[in-house]
């Protein structure tokens, strides 16, 4: 089984600046430590004491402001806690700067801030939750764990990703038709969902999907190429993530457009072998330039280099195929080692045949 490219890079990478995993102050409750987000990090938020101990230091106005502002209270202000600050000599801006500085009003500002960003923000038990799926990597337990997942948060905003990864972890499995599935209630939520496009896109045209869909392969290849181009445009929106180069950058997006390269050169691939009479020998030549754009990737895949050699086979340019199954050879390993090895002796043997002079 082709090891999708997704996989090697990181499927996290995927959504970076999507999911933003919030240890936000809950409502009724008080915290001890700063929100991950906001203007400062370095000190905890001010308890009541504190602001009231400031109050009765003539002049420190301007400091309690700024550190209101900056660090936040651990408090809400309750009637009760209004008259203990006006007794403190609280004033009506104080009051108000107390009022917003509490863990609501600053949990209300980190999400607003990051759904002006593009983000989501989920709750602390969410985010713990999907990291644990995110990180499994043993396919039956993440399968379970998206499951659990799906339950819990029927509503989540971020229950795409979680099918998403339910798909990749049926796709280690090689079932395909999950793969597919799952991919498919991922998109149902996101339509834009790049990892599920991914998916979708490689599992459909694979020989083990098709042949569960003889009746209506045409329209399951077609589906797989609205997928591909779905997902050309979601790899023209990324955005890069904080922690990379520019040249990594471009390198993940060129690793992602030579998968789709792939995909669409299996379709092509497909359709060429349709017809009830020959070959198509146009959408041969279409799987041949696909396939081709797949591996001039930096690091192409060695399934890929095999399925160049078989449509140049087919279409009957020998010399093509064997320097394609050569590649494959020397990239892959195990059993399609051995295939490309198989190919690459049966070419060379036909063309030495075909080569030789006639007997008289």
Not at 14 to 24: K, N, R
Not at 44 to 72: S, Y
Request: proline share 4%; with cysteine; glycine share 4%.
């Amino acid at each position: 089984m082709k090891i999708k490219f997704v996989i090697l890079l990181g499927a996290a990478m995927l959504f970076a600046g999507v999911l933003l995993a919030q240890d936000l102050p809950s409502a009724g409750t008080t915290t001890t430590a700063p929100p991950t987000m906001g203007p400062s990090q370095e000190q905890a938020p001010l308890a009541e004491k504190d602001v009231i101990l400031e109050l009765k230091k003539k002049g420190q106005t301007d400091q309690l402001m700024k550190d209101l502002k900056t660090r936040g209270v651990d408090f809400e202000v309750d009637a009760d806690t209004e008259k203990r600050l006006r007794k403190a000599k609280a004033t009506d801006e104080i009051v108000a700067a107390v009022k917003a500085a509490g863990p609501n009003e600053r949990a209300a500002a980190i999400k607003s801030a990051a759904i002006a960003n593009g983000m989501t923000v989920v709750s602390k038990e969410e985010s713990a939750d999907f990291k644990a799926l995110e990180t499994e990597l043993d396919p039956d337990k993440a399968i379970a764990l998206a499951e659990t997942y799906a339950q819990k948060y029927p509503k989540s905003e971020v229950l795409s990703f979680a099918y998403a990864f339910e798909a990749n972890a049926y796709e280690n499995k090689s079932d395909v038709a999950k793969t597919v599935e799952f991919a498919d209630k991922s998109l149902a939520l996101k339509k834009d969902n790049l990892m599920a496009l991914l998916m979708a896109s490689y599992a459909i045209p694979q020989p083990q999907y098709t042949k569960l869909h003889q009746a209506d392969e045409e329209k399951e290849l077609s589906r797989a190429e609205s997928y591909c181009k779905d997902a050309a445009k979601a790899i023209d929106a990324l955005k890069k993530t904080d922690t990379e180069s520019d040249a990594d950058f471009a390198d993940r997006k060129a690793g992602y457009t030579s998968s789709l390269h792939a995909d669409l050169g299996m379709i092509h691939l497909d359709r060429a072998q349709l017809g009830l009479m020959s070959l198509d020998t146009e959408e041969l030549a279409k799987a041949v330039q696909e396939y081709n754009q797949a591996v001039a990737y930096a690091h192409p895949q060695p399934t890929d280099y095999f399925r160049l050699g078989e449509a140049n086979r087919l279409l009957g340019r020998i010399d093509d195929a064997i320097a394609a199954f050569t590649k494959a050879s020397e990239l892959g390993r195990g059993v399609l080692k051995q295939y490309a090895d198989a190919q690459v002796a049966n070419l060379k043997a036909a063309k030495a045949k075909a080569g030789a002079p006639a007997k008289p």
